[in-house]
C-alpha cells in the first residue's frame, strides 16, 4: 500500500456525512478481485480436463462456465477497470473475458464442424495466438505486483505447453497427450495464484488493510494494479 493511502472503502467509512461526497464524483468498487476470480475459476476447470483429472465429457460444463463467468464477468470487470483508469486491468480482464467467450462458441459450434484430425493444429493456432498476446502482458506486469507476474508467468507456461501439445496432434486422431496434460497441471497452478490474488484483494478491501503479500513491484503511481491486493 502506498504511503498515506487507504483502501477505497475505508475512506469511505471516515466520512461519516453521506451528502458530502455528492458534488465530488463517483468512484466504483475495485473490480480487480472479480476478474481475478473468474479467470481462477473458469483456468480451473478446464485445466482439470486438460489434465486428465476430469473426463473430456465435461467439456460442454465447462464451456459454460467460461462464458458465463470466466467470459460474461471478466469482460465486465474489465469495462469496470477502464472507469477507474486501470489500463493494464481494463486491458487483462476485457481480452480475456472475450478469451473465455469464444472459447464457449469453439466447443459449442467450431470443433463439432472440424474433421477429428483437424481439430489439433487448428487449437493450435487458437492456443499460439493467445499465448503471443499473454507474453506482452506478462512483459507489462513486471511494474505490477509479485502475484501478478506470478500468475501471467504461469499463464504463459500453460500456453505453451498447450499449444505445443495440441499442434503436435495435427493429422491424429488422439485427443490429448503428455505435453496437454502437462499444460493442464501448470494451468491449475496459475489458477491457484490468480485466485490468491483475488483473494488477497477482497480481503484487504473487507478488513481496511493488507493482510496477504503481493508483492508490489516498482510502478507509476497514476496506474492501479490489478485487484486491491496490488496496493
Do not use: H
Amino acid at each position: 500500500m502506498e504511503a498515506g493511502r487507504l483502501p477505497r472503502e475505508q475512506e469511505v467509512l471516515i466520512d461519516q456525512d453521506p451528502t458530502a461526497a455528492r458534488g465530488e464524483g463517483w468512484t466504483p468498487s475495485d473490480p480487480g478481485p472479480l476478474g481475478l476470480a473468474a479467470f481462477a475459476t473458469t483456468t480451473f476447470a478446464l485445466s482439470l480436463v486438460n489434465a486428465n483429472l476430469v473426463t473430456a465429457k465435461a467439456l460442454p460444463m465447462v464451456a459454460m462456465i467460461a462464458l458465463a463467468f470466466g467470459g460474461i464477468a471478466q469482460l465486465v470487470a474489465g469495462i469496470w477497470e477502464f472507469r477507474t483508469g486501470n489500463t493494464f486491468g481494463a486491458v487483462v480482464f476485457t481480452a480475456y473475458g472475450t478469451f473465455w467467450i469464444s472459447f464457449f462458441f469453439v466447443v459449442q459450434l467450431a470443433l463439432p464442424k472440424i474433421p477429428v484430425a483437424d481439430v489439433g493444429s487448428t487449437l493450435g493456432l487458437y492456443l499460439w495466438t493467445w499465448t503471443i498476446f499473454t507474453i506482452y502482458i506478462f512483459i507489462c506486469s513486471l511494474r505490477t505486483t509479485g502475484a501478478i507476474v506470478i500468475t501471467l508467468a504461469l499463464l504463459v507456461i500453460t500456453f505453451v505447453l498447450l499449444a505445443i501439445g495440441n499442434s503436435a496432434l495435427a493429422g491424429t486422431m488422439s485427443a490429448t497427450n503428455g505435453t496437454i496434460k502437462l499444460g493442464g497441471y501448470v494451468g491449475i497452478a496459475t489458477a491457484i495464484a490468480a485466485w490468491y490474488t483475488s483473494f488477497a484483494g477482497i480481503i484487504t478491501a473487507t478488513f481496511g488493510r493488507p493482510l496477504l503479500p503481493v508483492f508490489a513491484l516498482n510502478r507509476p503511481t497514476a496506474d492501479r494494479d490489478v485487484g486491491a491486493a496490488s496496493r
